[in-house]
Nanobody, 116 residues
Framework: QVQLVESGGGLVQPGGSLRLSCAAS????????MGWYRQAPGKQRELVAS???????NYADSVKGRFTITRDDAKNTVYLQMNVLKPEDTAVYYC??????????WGQGTQVTVSS
């Protein structure tokens, strides 16, 4: 049973920055890929950024150039650095990990609010 615990969310002004952390209960090498999704009210959950075990990254077009996903293998932690935040970035952000079995694991989510 994999546990993913997100932290780092909060309230920030437009143009500000936040760093989200996702601490996994086991080595992140257990996963084919990890990533961050977000869900805003009235919208579907969408992929924000992902990183594979080989280090390949993908980003939603809306966050390219502003968000960066990284990982610290020793700490079993994946990060999402969010810069130049916009009101439309407001959402609950969920950590996601796909195991080699293709089983999906989800964190409980952390709220990011960008006030205007």
């Amino acid at each position: 049973q994999v546990q993913l615990v997100e932290s780092g969310g909060g309230l920030v002004q437009p143009g500000g920055s936040l760093r989200l952390s996702c601490a996994a209960s086991e080595s992140i090498f257990s996963f084919y890929a990890m990533g961050w999704y977000r869900q805003a009210p009235g919208k579907q959950r969408e992929l924000v950024a992902s990183i594979t075990e080989s280090g390949s990254t993908n980003y939603a077009d809306s966050v390219k150039g502003r968000f960066t996903i990284t990982r610290d293998d020793a700490k079993n932690t994946v990060y999402l650095q969010m810069n130049v935040l916009k009101p439309e970035d407001t959402a609950v952000y969920y950590c996601h990990a796909k195991q080699w079995s293709l089983y999906d694991n989800w964190g409980q989510g952390t709220q990011v609010t960008v006030s205007s």
